[in-house]
C-alpha cells in the first residue's frame, strides 16, 4: 500500500537507467522512450553535456533565494531574451507557476494603466495551463474544477479555431486572450497560423495581450525555437516549462518589457524559482537546444515521423482516424480506448507514449530522436495494431 496521495493512476513500473531515448526498468527490460515524461526530457536520458552541468554545479552554491543576484538565473534570462519576442523573464519551478504568472501580469498591467477592471482572459475548450486554483479556472475542464469550491472568476472560453466566437466575448473588462499554440493534454491540436494571426489582430486592436502557454509545444518540439514562430507573430506573454530544464524542474514566464514593468517588488515572487543548480541546468540545457543544428534536426525528423504514420494511417485506416499536432508533440485519434492501448504499448512493446483528451495516442519522444527510432516507434505501434486485430478475428473462447 503506498504512502502516496492517489492522485494517479501509476502504472507499477519504475525506471532505473535511462540513456538517450531508452529507459531500462529495475528487472534490465528495454523501453522506447516517446514520452519523455510527457514532453520534459527534450535531450533524452543522461545528455553528457547537461550531466556534466549539474555535476559542477553540485559542487558550487544550490539556493541563495532570489534575495541576492544569482548570475546563472541572470544570464539563462538574458539568454531567452535575446533568441525571443520577449524583454523580461521571472523564473518558476513548474509549467503550472509560469501560467499563473502569466495571469498576474497581465492582470496588474491593467492595474497600473488605471483600469483594474480589465481582468478578464479570453480561453479556449481543450486546453490545459496547469492544477492551480487560477490554472484551473483558465483551462476550465469541468473535470479539474469540481470538488473545488467557486472557480477564480475572470476567465471565458469558446472552442479554438472560431475568431467570430472570440471576438464575440470581448467586453470592456477583456484583458488578453491566453491559449496553447498546439493543444497538448486536451488532443494535441495544432491551431493554424490563420487562427493565431486572427488572435494577434483581435488583441492589437482591441488594446489587449496576447498570452501564450507554450509549456509543452515550445523549446523547439514543433520544429521551431518556439510555435509563435510558425504563425510569424509575436505574443505579449509566454508562458513556458517542460522542456526548458530537461527533467530539472525549471519553468518561465517571458514578457515584453513594456508588459513586465509593472511587476515591481512586492507584486509576486517564489523561493525556489531559478535558483542557481536549476539555472546551471537551465543553461546547459539551452546551449543544446540552440546549438547549431538542433532545432533544424527537430523539424527534419518530425517531417519522416508524420511521413510514417501517414503510412501507418494508410494501412490501419480501422484505427486511426485523424494525425494531429506539428513537428514533434504528435498525435494519433484512434479507434481503440486509448489508455488501453497505451497500456498495451508498453507491456507488449516496450513503447512508452502517453494518453490525450479524445482519445488520442500523444506521442513526445526526445527532441534528438533519429529516424531510425522513429522507424521502430512506428513498428511498434503497427505491430500492436495487428494484435488487436488477431485478437478481434480469433473465435472467442466458449467458457
Ligand atoms: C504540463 C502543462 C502545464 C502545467 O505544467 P506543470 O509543470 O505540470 O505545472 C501547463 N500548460 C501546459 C500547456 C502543459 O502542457
Known amino acids: 500500500m503506498s504512502a502516496l496521495y492517489g492522485t494517479y493512476a501509476r502504472s ?22 516517446f514520452n519523455s515524461g510527457i514532453g520534459v526530457n527534450a ?21 541563495t533565494s532570489n534575495i541576492f543576484t544569482i548570475p546563472e538565473q541572470e544570464k539563462l534570462g538574458q539568454r531567452l531574451v535575446e533568441a525571443t519576442f520577449a524583454d523580461a523573464v521571472f523564473f518558476t519551478n513548474s509549467g503550472t507557476e509560469a501560467v499563473e504568472c502569466a495571469i498576474k501580469t497581465a492582470r496588474h498591467y491593467f492595474f497600473d494603466k488605471g483600469q483594474p477592471e480589465r481582468f478578464e482572459i479570453i480561453a479556449f475548450t481543450g486546453s490545459f495551463h496547469g492544477r492551480t486554483l ?16 467557486p472557480a477564480l472568476p475572470g476567465f471565458k472560453h469558446t472552442a479554438p479555431g472560431d475568431l467570430a466566437a472570440v471576438e464575440a466575448l470581448i467586453t470592456p473588462a477583456t484583458c488578453g486572450i491566453l491559449i496553447e499554440p498546439v493543444q497538448g493534454e486536451g488532443g494535441v491540436t495544432a491551431m493554424p497560423a490563420e487562427f493565431m494571426r486572427g488572435l494577434r489582430e ?11 502557454d507554450e509549456v509543452q509545444c515550445g523549446y523547439g518540439r514543433t520544429g521551431r525555437f518556439f510555435a509563435y514562430e510558425w504563425a510569424g507573430i509575436t505574443p505579449d506573454i509566454m508562458a513556458v516549462a517542460k522542456g526548458i530544464g530537461g527533467g530539472f524542474p525549471l519553468g518561465a514566464c517571458l514578457a515584453k518589457g513594456e508588459v513586465a514593468k509593472s511587476m515591481v517588488p512586492g507584486t509576486h515572487g517564489s523561493t525556489y524559482g531559478g535558483n542557481p543548480l536549476a539555472c546551471t541546468v537551465g543553461n546547459a540545457v539551452l546551449d543544446r537546444i540552440l546549438g547549431p543544428g538542433f532545432i533544424a534536426h527537430v523539424d527534419e525528423v518530425s517531417q519522416r515521423l508524420a511521413w510514417h504514420l501517414q503510412q501507418l494511417q494508410q494501412r490501419f485506416p480501422q484505427f486511426v482516424v485523424e494525425l494531429r499536432g506539428k513537428g514533434l508533440i504528435t498525435g494519433l485519434k484512434i479507434t481503440p480506448p486509448v489508455r488501453d492501448f497505451v497500456n498495451r504499448l508498453r507491456r507488449d512493446h516496450q513503447l512508452l507514449a502517453v494518453a490525450a483528451g479524445d482519445n488520442v495516442l500523444r506521442l513526445l519522444p526526445p527532441l534528438t530522436i533519429t529516424e531510425a527510432d522513429v522507424e521502430e516507434a512506428v513498428a511498434k505501434i503497427a505491430a500492436a495494431f495487428t494484435a488487436i486485430d488477431a485478437e478481434a478475428k480469433s473465435v472467442p473462447a466458449i467458457d
Open 12 to 33: 507499477d513500473l519504475a525506471f532505473e537507467r535511462g540513456e538517450g531515448v531508452r529507459l531500462y526498468a529495475q528487472d534490465g527490460t528495454e523501453y522506447l522512450d
Open 43 to 63: 535531450l533524452g536520458h543522461g545528455d553528457p553535456h547537461v550531466v556534466a552541468a549539474l555535476k559542477a554545479g553540485a559542487d558550487k552554491v544550490w539556493h
Open 134 to 149: 487560477g490554472t484551473i479556472a483558465a483551462g476550465g475542464n469541468p473535470s479539474y474544477l469540481e470538488g473545488f469550491g
Open 202 to 212: 483581435l488583441c492589437d486592436r482591441n488594446g489587449m495581450l496576447l498570452i501564450l
